[in-house]
């Protein structure tokens, strides 16, 4: 397989703007994803896509690659698409597999990149993420932590911002001692042609109803395999989680 790794990273943010460019301990988040992505041996090449001079020059100042696309994206998917088709044509490289990785966790590790590229290696998937055990009551019943249920070949039910499955017969403070639940990570990989149809699909209803992109492609039958992390995510999506990390090495 000859894989990609896309970054996605916009200026524009209703809660953080100019994240990327934010520093964590000397370093900005958007280098600090770029170089920690660039640790996997399951990339061959990693680029960021950005619709913002800042930085594209940010990255390209730090030795990095980045691809300048449309500033019309509604997601971070229909980017990686565009920012695909742009580096090819301009490299000459082709690649069958994409890994969509967020620009918004400085402390990504290598291991979760192979994790997800592992599940390609089942000729028959299409699209694949990652997903966590949770641990903490706080994480079940904070809408922002997406959760999700697989089928016994790991293959994603559904997603939904509340907590799934529902625990019928025990106390909400009890549930998680009486059944399993995952969040969801929020890496994604592709096959190339998945990924250029899944980006000329329409909105759908269980999208816009859980604002949750990849209901959209499951509500019209893409298939979603998922590989299991034992590592915790650590996002940035308001300057408080900034704070978070400082202590970070």
């Not at 770029?34 to 030795?63: M, N, P, W, Y």
Request: proline residues 5%.
């Amino acid at each position: 397989m000859a894989i990609i790794g896309i970054i996605p990273a916009r200026y524009a943010s209703s809660r953080f703007p100019g994240k990327p460019l934010a520093f964590v301990n000397g370093k900005s988040i958007i280098q600090r994803v770029f170089e920690q992505c660039k640790l996997s041996e399951d990339l061959h090449k990693v680029i960021v896509a950005t619709d913002d001079a800042r930085i594209f020059d940010h990255v390209t100042g730090f030795g990095g690659e980045a691809v300048m696309t449309s500033s019309e994206h509604q997601n971070g998917t229909s980017r990686c698409a565009e920012a695909l088709i742009s580096y090819e044509k301009k490299s000459g490289l082709a690649f069958n597999t994409i890994i969509n990785i967020q620009g918004d966790e400085p402390f990504i590790q290598p291991e979760q990149i192979h994790q997800l590229v592992s599940v390609f290696d089942q000729p028959d998937v299409q699209i694949g993420t990652l997903a966590k055990k949770i641990e903490k009551e706080e994480e079940l019943f904070n809408p922002n932590v997406v959760k999700l249920v697989a089928d016994k070949k790991n293959r994603a039910l559904f997603f939904s911002r509340n907590p799934i499955p529902f625990v019928r017969d025990a106390d909400k403070s009890q549930w998680l001692s009486h059944a399993d639940f995952y969040k969801h990570v929020g890496l994604y990989g592709y096959r190339k042609d998945m990924l250029l149809e899944i980006v000329e699909l329409e909105p759908s209803r269980w999208e816009m109803t859980e604002k949750l992109e990849q209901l959209r492609w499951m509500e019209n039958g893409y298939k979603l395999s998922v590989a299991y992390t034992e590592y915790e995510s650590m996002g940035v999506d308001t300057p408080e989680d900034l704070l978070k990390l400082t202590n970070k090495p």
